[in-house]
């Protein structure tokens, strides 16, 4: 009968194991870090405005300064997850910051679905609206006694 030790065979066995998952990480880390790098580089063109129109329910739209900044935006994101993945791979780190990187991808797709003439209506945009809706209301309003 051969005789085994068995702290050698665990040993081996665990040197095994971490080689493993040193390579495997290194593969999921490098896959990550292109895929990131694409969204990066495709995010930081319509940020700059290297892409001036995006197709819409089927049409060619101009892409406005606004969405100019959402994409901005996103391409930040990309950047921080891209830093997070490079400098130490924890994975809910990367996990929650794929989770901004995903919740700004949804923001601009639900711009993006809204017609051009149907943008939302910020109050900024026209400050004569607003001291119009202002008087209007404290008229109608009856005054506290």
Known sequence: MVKVSLNRY??????????EVEADTRRIREKALNILEEIFK??????K??????????????VNLKERRMWLRLAEQA?????VIASNFNEQE??????ELEKLINEINT??????DKQPHHPT???????????????????PT
Request: glycine share 4%; no cysteine.
């Open 125 to 143: 945009s026209s400050k004569t609206e607003t001291k119009q809706e202002t008087s209007s209301t404290q008229k109608t309003q009856p005054k």
């Open 42 to 47: 495709a995010a930081a063109r319509m940020a």
């Open 49 to 62: 405005g290297e892409i001036e129109h995006q197709r819409r329910n089927g049409k060619m739209v101009h």
């Open 10 to 19: 665990i040993s081996r066995r665990m040197k095994t194991l971490r080689i």
């Open 79 to 83: 950047a921080q997850t891209i830093k």
């Open 111 to 116: 711009e993006s679905r809204q017609p051009a």
């Open 94 to 99: 990367v996990n929650h910051q794929l989770t």
